[in-house]
């Protein structure tokens, strides 16, 4: 048992968030953690991080326990370059590596008759030596351009400061410092909000190799079916448990929800009986008997409770009808700001109905390309026509058409012609009730402000829409709300999403930008990624040779670090001969002294060079001891 935590109960004022939580993770499991907005789930992983206390219960970790927390929006102080942030996350093995090069230069300057202590640094530097190669210590560099690559960062953000960071930007940057640190526990508070399709990947494939364990909160539900192996739903305060992954836990959810609904139709039924049993029973005393029992036999009756589904709003989008079969012609457009040219000479068109996914890198220029059709950017060369009848709205992902000082039903009235009435009536399909009509935009969190941007988006008579990261902010429930109108629309799509799952259930096509140039690729999204995956493995199998390489390049750093401490070993033992010879000449020398008959004429002098002669064996018999186990070291290391 990593860690477990027993009927926490927390609140914000009178506001009760968690009630009676009891969570158990184990050595290897790996969990995502779900529930509508605001339900507690941030709370319940800064508690199982130690960033928050309970109000009630306890959390007990393993001993020794290592913990890693990403939390959603990280705000942290970073100071330094990108390198050396990463490099302190691996802080164990700098700190080896530099042990190692003060013991090779302690093990240089040693005299060879400190025989005793040259012993011990040698003892020590090897058992270094295998620890730090265990734990990876040659391949440091390796480790941290492949996390920092794998992430989206370039080559040359390793050099750059944090301070000159943007907030996703610092995000991924202790993204990647907890991956390289290797954490018993890591707790990740939506990593995928900052990650392009490459770095979503990526991500997939690293924690899927991860050997911890993990607890993940996120909405992405293509990532949690990569990665997870259990769900944990939390909802109205209480927690539950699934296995497998997303699709896993849906399918059970609706078993779950239809046999109780089943079984609620069943028992309403039961009791309607009863109740009208009761209701008809006869006047006599007997039949008022009969009926008090039923009665009382109706109050133990354990209620089954009503299927609720979470909140959410319902989305109707206002269609102002067919347009012409060519909606949408990019000719030759380029694109340039200064001496950075972001597109050239595109050439893409969009005929009627057809619903366009657009991805690629972060910074690649997704949201300018939208900006460029809607005529909010004008293109440096080239043109954009639309064909007839064809009317577009545009959802901003930031939603910029939003006036941070006007209040919901300010912004529902500009949007539209309603009245106040039918105004605050919209606003309720939208889960914006009584006084929150009268709250200011700036006032709104995220998926607030995403529901009002949809809820003026239904407003728009249009055929074509424009969407910049639909899901973002938004909860499960809403966004398969999203997916469902969007579903029904007869008109066309562009979207820009970084959400497979929701993707793969809406497009026809996929536009992909990347280095200035936009591809088009005529499919649905899965067959998109399928293609991917195909040129991944061939770009693998021709990138073989290069792998193979890097692994040559570390086998000879590893035989030369061999070589480097084999010709320590050597010196050592050619100095220990120096000295064995030098030693087995003077007892020779001191024998042959002692031999002489004179000698026994002087007791004193006799007795001084029978102890130099002791001393000298005893310390020859140290040199060859040394020497012995010098030469085993150098058969382990031949």
Known sequence: MLISLNNIEKGYGAHGVLQGVTIRLHKGDKVGLIGPNGSGKSTLVKIMAGELE??????????????????QDFDGFLSGTLRRFLEESLGCLLEMKGKLAALEQEISQCPPEAEGRLQRLLERYGELSREFQEKGGYTVEARIAAVARGLGFQEADLDQELSTFSGGEKTRAKLASLLLQQPDLLLLDEPTNFLDLAGLEWLERFLQDWPGSLLVVSHDRFFLDRVVKGIFLLEGGKIKSYPGGYSTFEALRRQERLAQEKAYREQQLLLAREEKRIRESKADARSKKQARSRRHRLEKVERVEQPRGPASFKLGLDYAGRGGDRVLALEGVSKSYGDRQLFHQLNLEVRWGDRVAVVGPNGAGKTTLLKLIIGEEQPSAGRIRLGPSVRVVYFAQEQESLDPEQTLLEAVMQASDLDLKEARNHLGRYLFRGDQVFQRVKELSGGEKSRLALACLALSRANCLLMDEPTSHLDLSAVEELEEALSRYPGTLIVVSHDRYFLSKLVNRVW???????????????????????????????????????????AQQRERERQRRESGLRREQEALEESIAAAEAKIARLEQQLSRPELYGSPQELSEKGLELLQEQEKLAGLLRRWEEVSLLLE???
């Open 54 to 71: 309970p109000d009630k219960g306890s959390v007990h970790r393993a001993r020794g326990l290592s913990c890693g927390y990403l939390p």
């Open 636 to 638: 382990k290391l031949s």
């Open 512 to 554: 992909e930008v990347n280095a200035g140039e936009v591809q088009s690729f005529a499919g649905t999204f899965q067959e998109y990624l399928q293609r991917r995956e195909e040129e991944a493995r061939q770009e693998k199998t021709e990138k073989a040779p290069e792998r193979a390489a890097l692994r040559r390049r570390e």
